[in-house]
C-alpha cells in the first residue's frame, strides 16, 4: 500500500519558499552549488549555508492562519547511504514583515552521509493553533510548505568511514591504541559505509594528525600506511574466514559490505579464486601477511 503524502490541512504554495540555492563547503574549496558533486572527507566537516527569502504573509493566507501566529524555518538533513536523519538548522520568523530575509547555516559531520545528502527546508506552526477551523493547521511542528534540495557525493575518490574519539571515555578500545577497526563479518549484506567504521583514538595526537593533514609528512604517511594494512588486512582475513562470503564469490548487492571486500580482493588478486585464497590465509598466514603487505606497497614512497 502506497503511504498518503498529503497534509490532512491545508498547505501553502511551494513559491512562498525562496531566495539562493543551499551552498556547500567540504574540507576549504570554494562554495559548489547543490546541483554538482563534491568530495567528502571522513574527517572534515561539511559546513552548509542558504540565503532564504520567505513570504509569511503569502504562507498564512494559503494555511488559513491568523496574523500574529509565530511560524518557525526548520532545516533537516539526512543521508540515503547512512541512514542519518538531523536537524541543521531552526530559526523562528519573527516581526511582521510580508517577506522575511534569513540566513540559515549548519555543519554536517562527513563520517555520517553517503551516496546522497538530501536538505529539507520547511516552514512550520512554533506552536499550537488552538482556535483552527476545520482543514486548518493545528498542532505546533505542522508542515505548511517545504523544499528539497539533493547533493550527490563524489563517488570518484577513495573514502571511508573514519571517526575521531576518546578511547578513555568508553568502550571503543585499549586507551593506548591509535586506531580500532569496527565491522561485523558475519554480516555482509549490511552496507558498508554504515555498518563499518575504523575509529581514530583522539588523545593519539600523532595519529590524529596523520589522518587530517593534507599534504600528510613523512610521518603522517608512515602512520597512513600501517592503518591501511591493518585495515585491508582486518577486512580481507574476516571475510575469507566467512564461508559464505568465500562460496558467494562476489554475489553482493553494490554498497555492501561483501561486494565492497570482494572488489578490493580483486584488484589485490586478480583472477584468484576465494577458496584458494582462504586455504593461503589458514595454511601460511605469515606468507599471506607479506605477500599482502607487498600488494599493497606499505612504506613506499
Not at 547533493?151 to 573514502?159: H, I, N, P
Not at 571515555?169 to 549490511?190: H, K
Amino acid at each position: 500500500m502506497k503511504a498518503a503524502t498529503t497534509m490532512p490541512y491545508r498547505s501553502a504554495n511551494a513559491a512562498r519558499i525562496g531566495g539562493g540555492p543551499w551552498e556547500v563547503i567540504a574540507a576549504g574549496p570554494p562554495p559548489a552549488a547543490l546541483s554538482g558533486p563534491i568530495e567528502i572527507d571522513y574527517v572534515s566537516t561539511i559546513q552548509v549555508r542558504r540565503h532564504l527569502t520567505v513570504d509569511t504573509e503569502g504562507v498564512r493566507r494559503d494555511c488559513g492562519l491568523p496574523e500574529r501566529l509565530p511560524l518557525i524555518v526548520s532545516a533537516i538533513w539526512s543521508s540515503a547511504g547512512t541512514f542519518v536523519k538531523r536537524c541543521l538548522a531552526q530559526i523562528e520568523l519573527g516581526g511582521q514583515d510580508a517577506h522575511q530575509h534569513i540566513d540559515l547555516s549548519g555543519e554536517i559531520p562527513g563520517g555520517e552521509v553517503a551516496g546522497t545528502l538530501q536538505i529539507e527546508t520547511a516552514i512550520m506552526l512554533a506552536c499550537d493553533n488552538a482556535e483552527a477551523a476545520a482543514l486548518v493547521a493545528k498542532y505546533a511542528g505542522s508542515v505548511l510548505v517545504r523544499d528539497r534540495h539533493i547533493v550527490y557525493l563524489d563517488e570518484s575518490t577513495s573514502r571511508f568511514p573514519v571517526e575521531i574519539v576518546d578511547f578513555s571515555t568508553g568502550f571503543w578500545a585499549n586507551p593506548e591504541a591509535g586506531w580500532r577497526l569496527s565491522w561485523n563479518s558475519l554480516d555482509m549484506e549490511a552496507p558498508f559505509l554504515r555498518s563499518v567504521r575504523l575509529f581514530v583514538n583522539a588523545t593519539h595526537l600523532r595519529v590524529v594528525h596523520a589522518v587530517s593533514v593534507e599534504p600528510p609528512s613523512p610521518e603522517a604517511k608512515a602512520i597512513r600506511d600501517a592503518i591501511y594494512f591493518d585495515v585491508a588486512r582486518s577486512l580481507i582475513l574476516g571475510a575469507l574466514g566467512n564461508d559464505e562470503f568465500v562460496s558467494r564469490e562476489g554475489n553482493y548487492g553494490n554498497g555492501s559490505c561483501g561486494r565492497a571486500i570482494y572488489t578490493l580482493v580483486q584488484l589485490l588478486f586478480p583472477g584468484d579464486r576465494l577458496e584458494g585464497l582462504k586455504s593461503a590465509a589458514e595454511q601460511r598466514p605469515e606468507q599471506f601477511g607479506s605477500d599482502l603487505q607487498g600488494k599493497l606497497r606499505v612504506f613506499y614512497a
